[in-house]
């Protein structure tokens, strides 16, 4: 049993279009964290959320707590979004994650 | 650019013996978490400290077992090293549990 997937697990796209990755989870939690992993490992935290909705350049996250779901939303889509898009929660101290979207943006 | 260090970088060990990850938090960072992250496969959250305190753990056996000092570093220590083990691991930190985090670029350790 998975307390969080993620959909689709791999994802092509060209360059321009808009791209929507999912999240549903079946734990009550603390905040949900869209997560951004390129090759070698590094990952950057992108969006930590707890309710609504939040923007950061080309870069959209949703939450709805009720239907507990979340959206990643990348508008006009570009090579260098190419990565892995984790899904992680918060339930109090102990954490979950998502085994994460491959997505690749051709040019 | 990230405010968490992590070394070594890469690190190859033999089975039985033991290894020492570290990492170091920006200033103020007074919680800090760990994961373990297989190949092919989303991170596992190892543990949590909070003000040098463990407040939070995954489902890892007692071989795992970490530190957390006042000047906002930890380490990661693991027994026993298995095979399985060979993993990237990662660290991160943030102020008071109610900030983003702020992920470290992981130490990849391979057990032989």
């Known amino acids: 049993k998975n307390e969080v997937e993620q959909s689709p697990q791999n994802l092509t796209a060209q360059e321009g279009e808009f791209i929507t990755i999912n999240c549903s989870y079946s734990?009550?939690?603390?905040?949900l964290h869209w997560l951004q992993q390129h090759p070698g490992g590094g990952i950057v935290s992108l969006f930590m959320?707890?309710?609504g909705k939040k923007k950061h350049g080309r870069l959209i996250a949703t939450i709805n707590i009720q239907e507990k779901h979340s959206s990643l939303h990348i508008t006009a889509s570009h090579p260098r979004d190419s990565a892995v898009y984790i899904c992680a929660l918060r339930t109090g101290n102990q954490f979950y994650f998502g085994t994460g979207t491959s997505l690749t943006v051709i040019p | 650019e990230t405010g968490v260090t992590q070394s070594p970088t890469h690190l190859i060990k033999t089975r039985g013996q033991q290894v020492t990850l570290r990492c170091s938090s920006q200033s103020g960072h007074n919680t800090v978490s760990w994961y373990q992250q297989a190949l092919g496969q989303g991170p596992q959250f190892i543990f949590q400290y909070y003000r040098e305190e463990e407040n939070g753990r995954g489902n890892f056996p007692p071989r795992f077992s970490g530190l957390q000092f006042p000047n906002y570093s930890s380490e990661l220590n693991v027994n026993a090293l298995e095979l399985d083990d060979s993993a990237l691991y990662l660290c991160a930190s943030n102020r008071d549990s109610i900030y983003g985090y702020t992920f470290g670029s992981g130490t990849r350790l391979t057990v032989v």
């Open positions: 959320l707890s309710s």
């Open positions: 734990v009550g939690i603390s905040a």
